[in-house]
């Protein structure tokens, strides 16, 4: 399976715009990449994904590399409640059957108000 | 969004008994669950794939005699850690994707449970 890799930790203000870069070299052309979050003790959360072109929605924008090699979750103006460890993960691209999310180690992302 | 719950969110409870984790997709069928184990300052750990109907499918390393999984319906999925011991301690936490009948999806996210606390004494 194609692996991420990700910062251990990111930190910024509050209010400000936060880049979270994931680098994901071996990717396949079938593969989607996922970003999920989790805030402390709790599950985690559904952020954002795509497959090659950039993506937008309410929460947060996903810029992908033209080689797919790389991505970047942007926060467009973080606020405290964004602080969480945010995972980036790939994802085959199934019609049918269940995937499981394999979860790296992700990015403990701190803001600072 | 879909919604998945957890009960209890947290349980004590004495070495050697058994406890009863439950996850239930509240308005959307999920004919597959998740269900994973995150230690304190880890990432998460798939345990195993919870099918409704069938045997679950465990990942390696995880015992199926000790972690009971049992998917009896479209919207409930349980984990039973049997004698539990103290390095059973851990947040459960379990996840399901919407469905349609027709087994094909009907969005790419996967909903997670607002996990379970574990705490063997």
């Known amino acids: 399976d194609a692996k991420t890799t990700q910062p251990n930790s990111m930190e910024s203000n509050e209010e400000e715009p936060v880049h979270l870069p994931c680098n994901h070299s071996?990717?396949?052309?079938?593969?989607?990449i996922h970003w999920y979050r989790q805030l402390p003790s709790q599950g985690p959360e559904y952020v954002i994904h795509?497959?090659?072109s950039n993506v937008n929605n309410r929460m947060a924008s996903l810029a992908i590399a033209e080689d797919r090699k790389s991505s970047t979750l942007i926060l467009h103006r973080a606020t405290l409640r964004d602080a969480a460890v945010y995972y980036c993960?790939?994802?085959?691209?199934?019609?049918?059957?269940?995937?499981?999310?394999?979860f790296g180690q992700g990015t403990r992302l701190t803001i600072n108000p | 969004g879909a919604v998945v719950s957890q009960h209890p969110s947290w349980v004590i409870c004495k070495s050697g008994t058994s406890v009863k984790i439950e996850c239930r997709s509240l308005d959307f069928q999920a004919t597959t669950m998740f269900w994973y184990r995150q230690f304190p300052k880890q990432s998460l750990m798939l345990m195993a794939t919870?099918?409704?109907?069938?045997?679950?499918?465990?990942e390696q390393g995880v015992e199926k005699d000790k972690f009971l999984i049992n998917h009896a319906s479209l919207t409930l999925s349980t984990l039973t850690v049997t004698s539990a011991h103290p390095e059973d301690s851990s947040f459960y936490i379990c996840?399901?994707?919407?469905?349609?009948?027709?087994?094909?999806?009907?969005?790419?996210?996967?909903?997670f449970g607002p996990g379970t606390r574990l705490t063997v004494t």
């Open positions: 071996t990717i396949s052309g079938t593969d989607y």
């Open positions: 996840s399901a994707r919407d469905y349609r009948t027709s087994g094909i999806p009907t969005s790419y996210e996967q909903y």
């Open positions: 993960i790939l994802r085959k691209a199934l019609v049918q059957g269940a995937q499981k999310l394999v």
């Open positions: 795509g497959l090659t």
């Open positions: 919870s099918n409704e109907g069938s045997k679950a499918t465990y």
